[in-house]
């Protein structure tokens, strides 16, 4: 069994910053990668930014340059450093790890946590 846990979202105002973090723990022999979603209402989930491991990271075009992703020192843990929140990155934030179980298997396995909200008032 994997879990993947979120924290850190909230209400804020826009202008504002926030910094969601996210854990990954259970069956796991190493990460491939761990990313950000977020879905707004009406909306499909869109991807915000994914790390690599080892450090790469690629974001999607509406947050360049405001948000950032980085790995912990603690195993398996990302956060998502968001500064100069808008009204429209309002959403429910979803974090996702990339699985291998074992050595004897290079099978990835992608887990999702069950979301925490960011809400940016105008």
């Known amino acids: 069994q994997v879990q993947v846990v979120e924290s850190g979202g909230g209400l804020v105002q826009a202008g504002g910053s926030l910094r969601l973090s996210c854990a990954a723990s259970?069956?796991?022999?190493?990460?491939?990668?761990m990313g950000w979603y977020r879905q707004a209402p009406g909306k499909q989930r869109e991807l915000v930014a994914v790390?690599?491991?080892?450090?790469?990271?690629n974001y999607a075009d509406s947050v360049k340059g405001r948000f950032t992703i980085s790995e912990d020192s603690a195993p398996n843990t990302v956060y998502l450093q968001m500064n100069s929140l808008k009204p429209e990155d309002t959403a429910v934030y979803y974090c996702?790890?990339?699985?291998?179980?074992?050595?004897?298997?290079?099978?990835?396995?992608?887990?999702w946590g069950q979301g925490t909200q960011v809400t940016v008032s105008s």
């Open positions: 790390i690599i491991s080892g450090g790469s990271a």
């Open positions: 996702n790890a990339d699985v291998r179980y074992t050595a004897a298997s290079d099978s990835v396995y992608r887990h």
């Open positions: 259970g069956s796991i022999f190493s990460i491939k990668a």
